[in-house]
């Protein structure tokens, strides 16, 4: 079973920058890939990011491509993710996933889910 604790979340200005954390349980996080979605009132899940279990392979879509780097720390077993030049449209609540096997743009492929932050972007 994969434990996935989400932290970081808050209000920010339009243009601001947050970064996410998601403290994963001991022993299972280097054997996943790992995913940063988001969900915003009345739309639909959407990946932000993903990385894989190497560390090195990423995946983000256009909507954040060149804003948002996701980043994974074996030594304390937590991914995040940096979002820089937020707009508001970024708001939504964001959501760590993990799953056994490669990034995958369907949140239905991933297993675990944590709790979820909130982020707010102001304009």
């Known amino acids: 079973q994969v434990q996935l604790v989400e932290s970081g979340g808050g209000l920010v200005q339009a243009g601001g920058s947050l970064r996410l954390s998601c403290a994963a349980s001991?022993?299972?996080?280097?054997?996943?890939?790992m995913a940063w979605f988001r969900q915003a009132p009345g739309k639909d899940r959407e990946l932000v990011a993903a990385?894989?279990?190497?560390?090195?392979?990423?995946y983000y879509p256009d909507s954040v491509k060149g804003r948002a780097t996701i980043s994974r720390d074996s030594a304390d077993n937590t991914v995040y993710l940096q979002m820089n030049s937020l707009k508001p449209e970024d708001t939504a609540v964001y959501y760590c996933?993990?799953?056994?096997?490669?990034?995958?743009?369907?949140?239905?492929?991933?297993?675990?889910w944590g709790q979820g932050t909130q982020v707010t972007v102001s304009s």
């Open positions: 990385i894989a279990k190497d560390g090195h392979s990423t």
């Open positions: 996933a993990a799953r056994l096997g490669w990034i995958s743009t369907w949140g239905t492929n991933y297993d675990y």
């Open positions: 001991v022993g299972t996080f280097s054997s996943h890939t």
